[in-house]
């Protein structure tokens, strides 16, 4: 009967609530058991494979994106003359247009992922000049707060071509359109005519803005426009990527002693548009490194505040998640757990670059290995080839080895041993984060190793600042 309701195009118009509960959980089961195991549909819609956990919640965690920055027009300029009783011809009053808004991307420490971005952010444009000399409000900037380690890169933009733009068009022909475009009339009024004998005044007019257009262009020319390569690693650091565009001049603009009374005025210049790439690394003091099921999670939920999943099987971590370890001297440092990484990560096999990526910046790196697994002296050495594939001199950054899962003791014991023998001076610790074992004594080495690196990057900043001050 149910096989024959789902081959037919049935409808239900009405039923109780338990009734569809019930037909609705057949038809999931039905569909779920008579499906192909090896389609490619069932194994993404599978609980058990990755791609169903990266399509659900991984999905929430967003470490690369790109957009397009556009910078707010510049508002138009007014056409406006004086006018009250007993004058009836006034002077022109039209008021200047508005600058445009521009686009600034701030760090904060209240993002953790880039997933709130959109594909497009357009600040607003600059306000129109009013009458009475009233000049146009500058449009509002648009600030974007993107996670505290956030590089941004500008990218080529690739101009779509159309079929209007197959049609050669010269370039007189284009700056002819510009200039078109560039003017805002007196209502009722079009393009002013030339006259024969008579001073053109609009003409004068348009060799002003040329001259001003040829000088922008020169200025471009000469000026070298940085290409946006910042990254931004404290909280409150601004950067403005595309700034909004000058505000039209209103008629007074162009009063002069023989021109009275000008009937035009000027639009808005266009903001500035860019194409960025941002790239999410996160920063923490210490990064966690280590297979799948080597017990990362556990550990970072037993030395800091974090509760992050927990779960015996593989990729329970999907994007990273950082904790604070908290002393009784109020002394503070961040550990990260990174998602698990597989042989062949260096490839983007697995998560792949999605995890490397957020090891770069940890000043320390503890690898996790699962002491009561057959060669966790070989999980050691995955590790440090992974990170040396994936940037070379990563692994000579200081380490330690957490020996997990060391409650385990026949195996533990035994492997512990072997380790020690294969670990290259690396120290070792074990622990249990299960049951909390020395877990006191790890955030102790923790604590020496973070604050000697913090004063050593102090002491190589400030003689940086130096032979800067002395140059």
Not at 14 to 26: A, F, G, H, I, Y
Not at 374 to 399: F, M, N
């Amino acid at each position: 009967m149910l096989t024959k309701v789902l081959s037919q195009p049935y409808v239900i118009r009405s039923c109780s609530k338990t009734t569809w509960q019930r037909v609705s959980w057949q038809c999931i089961a039905t569909r779920w058991f008579t499906s192909d195991p090896s389609d490619p549909a069932t194994r993404a819609r599978s609980p058990a494979s990755i791609e169903y956990k990266l399509r659900g919640k991984g999905r929430q965690f967003v470490d690369f994106v790109r957009i397009v920055a556009r910078g707010g027009d510049g508002g138009d300029g007014c056409v406006s003359f004086h006018r009250e009783k007993y004058l009836a011809k006034g002077p022109p009053n039209g008021g200047n247009g508005g600058r445009g808004g521009s686009v600034i991307l701030r760090a904060s420490a209240d993002e953790s992922t880039l997933r709130h971005l959109g594909h497009v952010a357009s600040a607003k444009r600059g306000q129109n000049g009013m009458g009475g000399g009233r000049h146009g409000t500058m449009g509002e900037n648009l600030v974007i707060n993107v996670p505290v380690g956030t590089i941004v890169r500008e990218v080529t933009m690739e101009k779509r071509r159309t079929d209007e733009d197959e049609e050669e068009e010269s370039d007189e022909d284009a700056l002819e359109r510009q200039r078109e475009a560039r003017w805002v009339y007196f209502p009722r009024t079009e393009q002013p005519q030339p006259v024969a004998g008579r001073v053109d005044f609009f003409k004068q007019a348009e060799r002003l803005m040329d001259e001003e257009d040829r000088y922008l262009r020169w200025r471009e020319r000469t000026e070298k426009v940085a290409h946006i390569e910042a990254d931004l690693t404290e909280p409150g650091q601004e950067l403005i990527v595309c700034r909004g565009g000058a505000g039209g001049y209103g008629n007074p603009h162009f009063l002069t002693t023989e021109n009275r009374s000008p009937k035009w005025a000027t639009r808005g210049r266009k903001g500035e548009t860019r194409s960025l790439e941002l790239e999410l690394k996160t920063i923490a003091d210490i990064g966690l490194v280590g297979l799948p099921n080597a017990g990362k999670s556990s550990l970072l939920g037993a030395i800091s505040n974090a509760h992050p999943k927990q779960a015996a099987y593989a990729f329970t971590t999907l994007h990273p998640f950082v904790g604070t370890v908290d002393y009784a001297d109020q002394y503070q440092l961040t550990v990260a757990d990174i998602p698990g990484l597989i042989r062949g990560a260096h490839r983007n096999i697995g998560l792949g670059h999605a995890f490397l990526r957020h090891v770069e910046r940890a000043k320390l790196l503890v690898y996790v290995v699962d002491l009561s697994g057959p060669a966790p002296w070989e999980d050691v050495k995955t590790l440090q080839y992974e990170l040396e594939a994936y940037r070379p001199g990563l692994t000579k950054r200081q380490s330690l080895i957490v020996a997990n899962k060391a409650d385990l003791v026949q195996t533990a014991k035994d492997n512990l041993f072997r380790l020690q023998a294969e670990a290259n001076d690396i120290p070792i610790i074990p622990v249990s984060a299960r049951y909390e074992k020395n877990i006191l004594k790890l955030t102790s080495i923790l604590r020496k190793n973070v604050e000697r690196i913090r004063a050593e990057e102090k002491q190589k900043k400030e003689l940086e600042q130096s032979q800067k001050w002395d140059a």
